[in-house]
């Protein structure tokens, strides 16, 4: 058995969830992934995966290999590469997660702007509202704004923020424009799923805070699909500013109380707790702190 490809392929099937779909990727027979994770576990003395007909899931012993074979498998392809390139050339495959209108209206952007530089890394990326665990679902870093969770991750800030509230000029003209935070408690909000307190909206102005309680007209988990609705017509919302600007800017939208703002969102790139980071992962985050810095007009850079 060939214990770095066994590792290689155990991490793919935890990574796709099923043996059926780590052999599609591995360009493999499923029952070739099965064996070699069974001799692999035989070596280990230990069960790693809890098998069902449709699933696997990691045991205890399981996860904690896991995370350590990653670490492993990130190490040999670094060495690989300083040995064989100069170390300005970056390869692999870059695995990360990141929201969704953060991926859409800037990540791309980057992305295709450092594969420009970095054309040997690929990239493996899933775009999500919600928080997952980066070792479970086998990603190398996370893009988080503003709420880290509270998985034990390693996290850099490379940018922030500016929270904005806004309407249309439509429905602003039918329902009136608030002036200060209390107003909006008579207004129709559109309100965020993944926000720690939805209903709950916090301002400040020359170290004033206020808080006003919104009533909730529409709810939704996904960023894009309020703007959409808030450019409708459908009541007020709060949001980062990489996803209003460009509609204020073309007159979709309107901000309302500037000189009330929310505290801003701090913009993270998050990793697993793990000695070494692999070469990509550090020239990718690199690069993207120094990219919000200069191409992204909006945000406010926070340079070591």
Known sequence: MDRFEAMTIFCKAVEQGSFAAAAERLNLSTSAVSRQIAQLETLLHARLLNRTTRRISLTDEGRAYY???LQVLS???EAEELVGNSRSILRGTLRLTAPISFGVWH???AIADFSREQPQVKFDISLLDHQVDLVEAGLDLAIRVGDLGTQNLVARSIGKARLMTCASPDYLARHGTPTVPADLAQHHCLTYA???DVHLWKFTRNGEVEEVRVTTALHANNGILLREL???GMGVMRGPDFLLQSAVDQHQLQEIMPDWAPAPLNIYVAYPS??????????FTNFLQQWLATRCPHAVATMP
Do not use: T
């Open 67 to 69: 995370e350590r074979c």
């Open 75 to 77: 190490d040999l392809e």
């Open 107 to 109: 990540l791309s952007y």
């Open 194 to 196: 993944y926000n720690a």
């Open 230 to 232: 808030a450019v409708q």
């Open 274 to 283: 793990r000695k070494h980071l692999s070469a990509k992962v550090r020239g």
